[in-house]
T-cell receptor, first 113, second 113 residues
């Protein structure tokens, strides 16, 4: 049973398009996250939701919009994709917003051409 | 913002050797975590540390929470080929936002037969 799952695994698209990445966790956790990992493997937090409420919103372009329909799901929609958006995006979850142990999904490799 | 520096950046070792790596910060942390990331996968939590001086093992892996609270160490004994990957430290600063982790720059481990 996959704990944190993401779809799709790979996403190749052209500049200017809009795309979405989906994440689901079956751990019963309250808090979910989106991270971006660049080509140098640096992991940076983008957003965090706790029970469907946004609690962390880092300096991310407005083109990125997270949505949490329920506490088990956190989706990431990206408008007007740019070349610099190419990266691996990871979803993660933790039991509560005060829990520091985060569990990661397998990642979505986004390539913008 | 806060950065975590990991050392060494990369290591090439022979199977059976022991490995040591460390992570340092410029400020005090109240939690240290160690993750391993294999190619094409998400980071997997190895060990979590919550108290200065704490020493915790997970199989052949041992991690320590430095007594200054500004560093952490990970040791791998008797390395095997499946230890290959990137090891990340992550931490929660004493005065940080709840649930927001800072990740290190990673130590890439290669194991030769």
């Amino acid at each position: 049973d996959t704990a944190v799952s993401q779809t799709p695994k790979y996403l190749v698209t052209q500049m200017g398009n809009d795309k979405s990445i989906k994440c689901e966790q079956n751990l019963g956790h309250d808090t979910m996250y989106w991270y971006k990992q660049d080509s140098k493997k640096f992991l940076k937090i983008m957003f965090s939701y706790n029970n469907k409420e946004l609690i962390i919103n880092e300096t991310v372009p407005n083109r990125f919009s997270p949505k949490s329909p329920d506490k088990a799901h956190l989706n990431l929609h990206i408008n007007s994709l740019e070349l610099g958006d190419s990266a691996v995006y990871f979803c993660a979850s933790s039991q509560t917003s005060g829990s520091h142990e985060q569990y990661f999904g397998p990642g979505t490799r986004l390539t913008v051409t | 913002g806060q950065q975590l520096n990991q050392s060494p950046q990369s290591m090439f070792i022979q199977e059976g050797e022991d490995v040591s790596m460390n992570c340092t910060s410029s400020s005090i942390f109240n939690t240290w975590l160690w993750y391993k990331q294999e190619p094409g996968e998400g980071p997997v939590l190895l060990i979590a540390l919550y108290k200065a001086g704490e020493l915790t093992s997970n199989g052949r892996l041992t991690a320590q929470f430095g007594i200054t609270r500004k560093d952490s160490f990970l040791n791998i004994s008797a390395s095997i080929p499946s230890d290959v990957g990137i090891y990340f430290c992550a931490g929660h600063p004493l005065t940080g936002t709840a649930s927001k982790l800072t990740f290190g720059t990673g130590t890439r481990l290669q194991v030769t037969l």
